[in-house]
């Protein structure tokens, strides 16, 4: 099966958006410019006539601000204060950009317990159905203000792997997580310049979880260990998952067009008859770079 026949099909799709996404690094503001453009982006998918679901991160971040707090909330009751000050103002944000398409959304905060407690699963997906049958698009975060972090419920503690929950609970086509790496490598970029980008994942083995395991840094395969985790449990599941650099919200127009951007990680079903996927190596790259270039000069 090929990409884009793959990804066009796709009806149900959860995406993440992480904190750095929606914000802006040097000061911690909503960057709204991006927000907008992601919110009309999610509106175009809906006119197509699909079924989107977002997990918005960015409740502590933007509660700490809007409390004027200079340092990183110190306590736990600090940092809860902040989720419950910026859970607020993030929706009323989500809000205001949909309502100008005359877009409905809802405000779902989960907990572990809403997933481990059968009872309250089944309401969470009785619920999310409802929602998706009503024509609303659900944004769902943690409920960090009453989130415990207790071994017997413990905390989702990242959004990647609530996302993974949120996408397993809905039966999702593909989860998609922005976030602030381009996708997976074969080995740290910085250090190797032999590493290769891995556009397609046909399966996560043990080496694969290991190679995100090892790596510590936050380019290249860095910060991967969450999000193989939450590859792992969704491809079991029966779910596609890209992972694509936030940096450039319109990359989900293209990965939902088949576009070879990010890394495509492809649930049991589809991963069957494929192989794994590499860019050609850096140097290898950009002598076949200069070679075209030519070409299309000498062709003008
Ligand atoms: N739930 C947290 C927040 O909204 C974010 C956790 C994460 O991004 O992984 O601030």
New binding site residues.
Partial sequence: MDRKSLLTEKKRIVIKV??STITYSETGNINLNKLEKFVRILINLRNQGKEVIVV??????VGRKALGLKHRPATEAEKQAC?AV??ARLMMIYEKLFNEYSQLTAQVLLTKESILNEECKKKAHQTFNELLRMNVVPIV??N?VISVDELAYGNF????T?AAYVARLVEADLLILMSDIDGLYTDDPRQNSDARFIHTVKEIDDHLERMAKDSSTECGTGGMATKITAGKMVTEAGTDMVIANGENIYLINDIMAGKKVGTLFLSHKHGQDVKDEYSPKRAEYRRKAKIEKKTQRSIK
Avoid: I, P, R, W
């Fill in positions: 992480g904190t918005s991160s960015g409740a502590v971040g989720a910026g859970q975060n943690e960090d503690g990242d959004n990647d609530l």
